[in-house]
Nanobody
Framework: QKHFVESGGGLVQPGGSLRLSCIAS????????MAWFRQAPGNQRNWVAR???????NYTPDVRGRFTISRDNTKDTVWLQMNDLRPEDTGVYYC????????WGQGTQVTVFS
């Protein structure tokens, strides 16, 4: 069973934008905090944006002001709008619960190149 299906990644130049989508398959999606994680080449997978069940958001300092996380509980979907992308944003992006992650999806590759 695939718990999360991520999409929307791609190749983009610095300053560009992408919108990532994650469709969740879990019964209690609306009740849990969700997060977007980034795994850069050779690095650990770390969260960059989180959103609670009642839409409170939190971001790491390097993406705050550029990324926006949102969700629609009627569609079991969480999005990540990424603006002003930088080369250091390159990586595979995943969605999952930040507290007790479920099995990971395949992620979606974001590459920011000059």
């Amino acid at each position: 069973q695939k718990h999360f299906v991520e999409s929307g990644g791609g190749l983009v130049q610095p300053g560009g934008s992408l919108r990532l989508s994650c469709i969740a398959s879990e019964a209690d999606f609306s009740a849990v905090t969700m997060a977007w994680f980034r795994q850069a080449p050779g690095n650990q997978r770390n969260w960059v944006a989180r959103i609670t069940s009642n839409d409170l958001t939190n971001y790491t300092p390097d993406v705050r002001g550029r990324f926006t996380i949102s969700r629609d509980n009627t569609k079991d979907t969480v999005w990540l709008q990424m603006n002003d992308l930088r080369p250091e944003d390159t990586g595979v992006y995943y969605c999952n619960r930040p507290a007790i992650p479920l099995p990971w999806g395949q992620g979606t590759q974001v590459t920011v190149f000059s």
